[in-house]
């Protein structure tokens, strides 16, 4: 194995003495650095229950892997995961949204809500979600990573087309929270799925991509939704079009599910549309990322550490606060665009424009992020350009409806910094149980920003919500802070293992990668910006 400086150098295992005292020398038979010392420690400490990868290279072959060989491999895993995964996450967005075109085509009447009941109930999905954020993560673990995620995608289509059974409001909370329930595996499996196929310069884009179809979900929904209406309306349809609605959507995504369960492998090792040998290859390629493909062992120090880590907290906090806006923007948004002076079917086709910002800003962010190495900073931008589109709505007299409208298009800028840390805990948190309860404590300040945000739009604030609209300018900006933090942080980190990887006697050892090691403990890891 190389060293930092190029040097031919490895670890002579045999010369480690036990499990509590590890001197580690090099075949020169120089003492080694503390800090190889402590990852020749990790070798003893992990052999029973290093990382699914290790299964790949058990018989000490030495695998080599060329550019060429590289650009096929990533075309295929593109082709067969990508499509899934992007129209899947579309579905994510537009089922959960799926409420706020009810809202204008009368749900509120026929199941009979008053006061702030429809606040209540945009809430409640997320009290679904955060229930069970944790337990999902866990079982995304303990579980085959696309069976577990195929079973959600199909049971939460069914729940819900269920909701157009409901006829009351108790009804409707129950079948809100299970959607909740099922819908909490999405993303953090698909964080999963991305740092498992893809090298952390491919994450940004790829998580970029599927999740910018929350856009094209959008795009997708409204056009269903204002087609449902008027021909609803022309044909005096028999079924109220709320119900229509819930269950073309519903049906559609557990169909999906099928397809899921039978296209998406579980891992690189069990890929039916991967030769034997480019399974190998495939996981060779994704050596760089330095934390595996799967670890289904629990291991109480990941936990602790990620609990005590201030970058798990600083992502939580970015979460919380950004999805507050998110969730009354979400919830209301139909009905914010009636607030400017457009008529209910009118604000389904005006929404469809905002999912195109949406799309066209994830996409680019995440392929410049990526292409710059700055994923942070470039994810900003978007959530300034969030911001001006805030203070335009803010601004405006009611009068301006078109300036207000193109204030809310600029405001679906604003989901740039969570998609870049969610991609940033796929590429940054290593070891298997650390990165599931950093995706957890994440969805968790996700959720409860979420169950805040509708709360913050007031039936008496109507048509303006100007105390809303005042709230989610604060939250961008205190955003903005947070994101200035984090980078910061990563550039301290890397300074910190920059300075371990140049101490003498320093070496790195053989398939260190696939100890499942934090990124902490490896001084080989790299923070990504």
Sequence with gaps: MADIEGNEKSIDIHNLPGRRSVSPVDRSGKRASASTTRAAQKILEHSSDADEAMKAFANGEVVQID??????????????LMPLLCVIYGLNFLDKTTLSYASIMGIKTDINLVGDDYQWLSSMFYFGYLAWEYPT??????????????????????????????SNFGGAVAVRFFLGVMESAVTPGFALFTSQWYTKREQGTRTGIWFSFNGFGQIFGGLVAYGIAVGSRKTGSAIAPWKIVFLVNGLLTAALGVVFLFVIPDNQLNARWLKPRDRILAVERVRVNQQGIGNKHFKSYQLKEALLDPLTWAFVFYAL????????????????????????EQSLLYGTPGGAVEVVALIFCGWLGDRLGQRILVSMGGLCIALLGMILIVALPL????????????????????????????TNVAGYTKKTTVAACYLIGYCVGNIIGPQTFRPEDAPQYRSAEITIIVCYGTCLLDLAFIWWYCRRQNRKKEAQRAEPGYVKLENQEWLDLTDKENPEFVYSL
């Design 321 to 344: 606060v950004a999805d507050i806006p998110n969730g009354g923007i979400t919830n209301f948004f139909s009905q914010l665009i009636v607030s400017f002076g457009y008529t209910p």
């Design 67 to 80: 550019e060429a060989t590289n650009r096929r491999l990533l075309r295929i895993i593109d082709w067969h």
């Design 137 to 166: 993560n866990r079982l995304l673990q303990r579980l085959p990573l696309a069976k577990y995620s195929a079973f959600c995608v199909i049971a939460w289509g069914t729940v819900l087309a269920l909701f157009a059974t409901v």
């Design 399 to 426: 009068s301006n409806n078109s300036g207000r409208l193109a204030g809310y298009y600029l405001t679906q800028a604003s989901p740039t910094p969570f998609v870049a840390l969610l991609s940033l805990i796929a």
